[in-house]
């Protein structure tokens, strides 16, 4: 079975501070992805990345960057943190080929007070 | 830019009844996927439809994606309580990586 773990499922951070997120994935999959999640938005793409040290924006990537230095590891980062990034922060990844069905991590909740 | 629509946003269902959610996108794509999202959990792999007439079944749930209408249907069948959660349609965008449009989502409650 494929898994995906994230570093924390609960954070409170204050304005103003650098925040990490990790995601780490144990099947091999090139592609990894993060997302938000917030009520009666859906699923908001940040960031993504085909391969290692690669990264390209997603739909909403201002006031956040990301790193991925290994295969299987992907970080998100805000560099300083505000109220209007709490939210729900989902990682997925999937294979590089057919049927691109993306697994996802259990989530972190952010609270940023 | 593709847009992804799902109704109804919320679905309140007696146990034992049917109900269709629907989910329409805005640009040709072969490939749609359900996932099902329960309170404070993540997302869970339910459906992979990945050609024009497909259909997938498993349990009370069932999944079809009409790709000239631009449309896939999840239909619940005699609706039981676990089957209360969040459901989401998400389509293929394309490109290199293959990301994923998601859905609003549709919040099921199966009423006893």
């Known amino acids: 079975d494929v898994k995906v773990t994230q570093s924390s499922r609960y954070l409170v951070k204050r304005t103003g501070e650098k925040v990490f997120l990790e995601c780490v994935q144990d099947m091999d999959h090139e592609n990894m992805f993060w997302y938000r999640q917030d009520p009666g938005l859906g699923l908001r793409l940040i960031y993504f990345?085909?391969?290692?040290?690669?990264?390209e924006k997603g739909d909403i990537p201002e006031g956040y960057s990301v790193s991925r230095e290994k295969k299987e590891r992907f970080s998100l980062i805000l560099e300083s943190a505000s109220t209007n990034q709490t939210s729900m922060y989902l990682c997925a990844s999937t294979l590089g080929g057919v049927p691109y069905e993306q697994y996802f991590g259990p989530g972190t909740r952010l609270t940023v007070t | 830019e593709l847009k992804v629509e799902q109704n109804p946003l919320f679905l309140s269902m007696q146990e034992g009844k049917n109900y269709t959610i629907y989910c329409n996108y805005s640009?040709?794509?072969?490939?749609l996927y359900w996932y099902r999202q329960d309170p404070g959990k993540s997302l869970e792999s339910l459906f992979v439809l990945l050609s024009n007439g497909a259909v997938k079944q498993e349990g009370r749930l069932m999944a079809s994606l009409d790709t000239k209408a631009r449309l896939s249907t999840l239909h619940i069948t005699a609706a039981v309580h676990d089957l209360s959660a969040t459901y989401f349609c998400?389509?293929?965008?394309?490109?290199?990586?293959?990301?994923?449009?998601f859905g609003s989502g549709t919040q099921l409650t199966v009423l006893p």
């Open positions: 998400a389509v293929d965008r394309s490109g290199s990586a293959r990301q994923l449009t």
């Open positions: 640009t040709t794509s072969d490939r």
């Open positions: 990345s085909y391969d290692v040290k690669m990264k």
